[in-house]
């Protein structure tokens, strides 16, 4: 029996189709925990990088007594402070060089006794700071103001699952980034579809047909969602617990989508000399205007390891890189399917498109729809 309620529309179709309510829609959104970026990215004092949170460009930055992150605006005038994607250098403003220290307060005021009759610290002027959090290497931020639910409520199971997953990688060259003329909720939307593969991706994920069904696993936390096949009720707490203990490793193809943009994958790559090659896949998706999306992914390998000593490990290093850039080449492939799918959808987008149907493996489309819907309400949403 289908529950429909044709009146209903597409959920959010106004902030695919217009600057104004994407802004707003931003706005709400980046107050929750959003995934930006890698540690690595930051591995030294005064690294730095520039990315978009709740529509905003920001900063996040290492300093000496770690890892901040501010909206990337001077409050002195509102200059933009950094102008690059990455760098390295202290947190210095171009237009008037005022400088600010890691909580983000001004303590170098060129001329300040003269100019404004006062020091520094009475001028007490501040970036607008961006709340940090991590699992593992990966950082996450929200911009003040939302709900008071905290990271590990946010995350629930997923945090042990993030933390050892992406814990036991190290930094990879293999990336695949694009930017794609679409929304990017049509974008999550194809990554929470197991409906399209055999239309889409005929040669990959679709080459076998359709998925059976009673072999499929959706588990819901919070605003997040997973598709553990083979997995029963309970196959989500019962990883998570693994992963707390520290001693999961990948057997079966697993994929995470947490609320709003971040996708998380462990797929099999091959099997090769004795070994199974599973890679690590993290996908961040910027939303950068209405109908404008950049998708980064990046691939790592997660098993076997590719350090250690020995004959057997030594050959594993030997096919790591082949194995992983066989894995981009596929999931550049993947990806560039899915993005033209999107653009076009995006391309036909009207404020009175019709409410979808959605079949039993569009079923995690409906758990996004029904989370979005009520965090832009302004709801605390915990896992
Ligand atoms: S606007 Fe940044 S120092 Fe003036
Ligand atoms: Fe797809």
Not at 177 to 183: C, L, S, T
Not at 326 to 351: I, M, P, T
Not at 371 to 380: N, V
Request: glycine fraction near 10%; include cysteine.
């Amino acid at each position: 029996m289908i529950s429909r309620d044709p009146q209903a529309g597409v959920t959010g179709i106004a902030a695919r189709l217009s600057p104004e309510a994407f802004r707003a829609e931003q706005e709400a959104l980046g107050q929750c925990w959003t995934f930006l970026g890698f540690e690595w990215q930051v591995s030294q004092p005064n690294d730095w990088f520039r990315t978009m949170l709740g529509g905003r460009s920001i900063i996040v930055q290492r300093f000496e007594k770690g890892i901040s992150a501010f909206e990337n605006k001077c409050a002195h005038r509102g200059f933009p402070l950094r102008h690059e994607d990455r760098g390295s250098g202290p947190l210095i403003c171009g237009f008037h060089h005022w400088r600010y220290n890691a909580e983000g307060l001004a303590l170098g005021i060129p001329e300040c006794p003269a100019q404004f009759r006062v020091t520094p610290r009475e001028v007490d002027a501040r970036l607008k700071r961006v709340e940090i959090a991590a699992a593992g290497p990966m950082l996450f931020g929200r911009l003040a103001g939302g709900p008071d639910v905290s990271f590990e409520e946010w995350m629930g199971p997923g945090l042990p699952i993030l933390k050892h997953l992406a814990g036991q990688v190290a930094p990879s060259k293999a990336i695949y980034e694009r930017v794609v003329k679409a929304n990017w909720r049509y974008m999550m939307d194809i990554s929470l579809d197991d409906y399209h593969i055999v239309a889409v991706h005929p040669s990959t994920f679709g080459k076998d047909g359709y998925l059976n069904p009673d072999n499929v696993h959706y588990a819901r936390f919070g605003a997040h969602s997973a598709y553990l096949p083979g997995g029963a009720p309970g196959a989500l707490d019962a990883m998570a617990e693994a992963c707390a203990r520290g001693d999961y490793t990948p057997h079966r193809y697993r994929i995470f989508q947490f609320f709003p943009t971040l996708i998380f994958a462990i797929v099999k790559i091959a099997d090769a000399l004795g070994d199974t090659y599973w890679a690590l896949t993290v996908q961040r998706l910027v939303p950068e205007a209405h109908d404008r999306t950049r998708s980064i992914s990046t691939f790592f390998p997660l098993a076997p390891k590719p350090e250690g000593g020995g004959h057997k490990a030594i050959q594993r290093r030997l096919t790591w890189p082949g194995m992983l850039a066989g894995f981009k080449y596929y999931g550049a492939k993947v990806h560039n399917e899915d993005n033209e799918a999107c653009e076009k959808l995006q391309a036909s987008a009207r404020l009175d498109d019709p409410t979808p149907y959605l079949a039993k493996h569009e079923e995690r489309i409906g758990w996004f729809d029904d989370s979005y819907r009520r965090i832009l309400a302004g709801e605390e949403v915990r896992a």
